[in-house]
């Protein structure tokens, strides 16, 4: 039409090593939660995909990656070439950083990997909220010494502040072109990967250090039926763990845990389908379930490229 402004649209990846808060970021971008998020490392374990719209300006696809590190395991070989894949596939790159001056083997790693990548790259210093302003000068002189980036900024994704500077930023490197999505579409997600996804974070929350990397979840059944009052999603989800030591983890004292990863799961679920859910979880032990490509591709977890 005559007069209308022309939209933006395009594709950007975040990328960096594991919990430095691309997820969370990825969540404060869109408005709300999409990515699981917990402090334990590896917890993105899939592409996915979400979508900022904006009627002005146009759309952002982005593209929240596993983090980038050296793989122990075919899982961790599948999370990391999923990583670098998309870094030349999208119109714009998010590198987030804590703000320190020390560069690690993870960040030296992804500076290697940035080597051979032509796409622009926007260095996104994380966590500004938890050192002082001196602090995250410093970093941003010790990293812009190493890569030459296309733009810099300072924020704390938890706190949301200067998200906005950078989404601006991000529009800036799209081109123009029609929209990828329809406008109310926030993620290509399916509903019973995301359920799966939620259940898997509680676990992670609540769980020791060596059991969750281990952990993955399955949707048995997910259906809807009417209650008497209001519609009641019937759920039935097995947390697939590696040993039988973990699976007693899991399940706790007298199911004590598998309880309260349970309820905690089905309060967000409910949130999220808005309706009331009847969820019922199992655990089950595949033994180096990580080791074999079988059960990864039965679990989601299967290279597009291979």
């Known amino acids: 039409m005559q007069g209308q402004k022309e939209l933006k649209s395009g594709f950007v990846t975040i990328i960096g090593r594991p919990n430095v808060g691309k997820s969370t970021l990825m969540n404060r971008l869109i408005g709300q939660k999409i990515a699981i998020t917990s402090k334990k490392p590896q917890t993105t374990r899939n592409r996915i995909q979400t979508v900022y719209t904006d009627e002005q300006r146009g759309q952002v696809v982005f593209v929240d990656t596993p983090g980038i590190h050296k793989a122990k395991n075919k899982l961790g070989e599948y999370m990391v070439n999923v990583a670098e894949r998309t870094l030349n596939e999208v119109d714009a790159v998010l590198w987030l950083v804590e703000p320190t001056t020390f560069i690690g083997a993870g960040e030296r790693h992804i500076l290697e990997k940035l080597g051979n990548v032509k796409t622009p790259v926007i260095l996104v210093v ?6 002082k302003r001196e602090e995250v000068f410093e970093a941003i002189d010790t990293y812009r010494k190493e890569y030459d980036f296309a733009e ?3 924020l704390s994704a938890l706190r949301g502040k200067n998200t ?4 601006d930023l991000i529009f800036q490197y799209l081109p123009y072109g029609p929209m990828f999505y329809e406008e109310d ?15 898997r974070e509680k676990a992670l929350h609540a769980l020791n ?6 952990i993955a979840v399955t949707i048995e059944k997910m259906k809807e039926r009417r209650g008497k009052k209001q519609k009641i999603t019937d759920i039935e989800a097995t947390i ?3 040993r ?26 409910e949130r999220m389908l808005e309706c009331q859910v009847n969820l019922k979880l199992w655990v089950k032990v595949k033994k180096d379930w990580r080791d074999s490509d079988f059960l990864l591709k ?9």
């Open 152 to 154: 810099v900024v300072p």
């Open 244 to 269: 039988d030591s973990h699976k007693g983890i899991i399940i706790g004292k007298g199911g004590g845990m598998l309880k309260k990863i349970g309820s905690n799961a089905r309060f967000e679920i």
């Open 298 to 306: 039965n679990f989601g977890y299967q290279d597009e490229t291979k």
């Open 164 to 167: 906005d500077v950078l989404m």
């Open 126 to 131: 994380n966590k500004t909220d938890t050192v």
């Open 209 to 214: 250090e060596e059991v969750p990397h281990g």
């Open 185 to 199: 579409m926030v993620t290509d997600q399916p509903q019973r990967q995301i359920v799966a996804e939620v259940i």
């Open 240 to 242: 697939v763990c590696e």
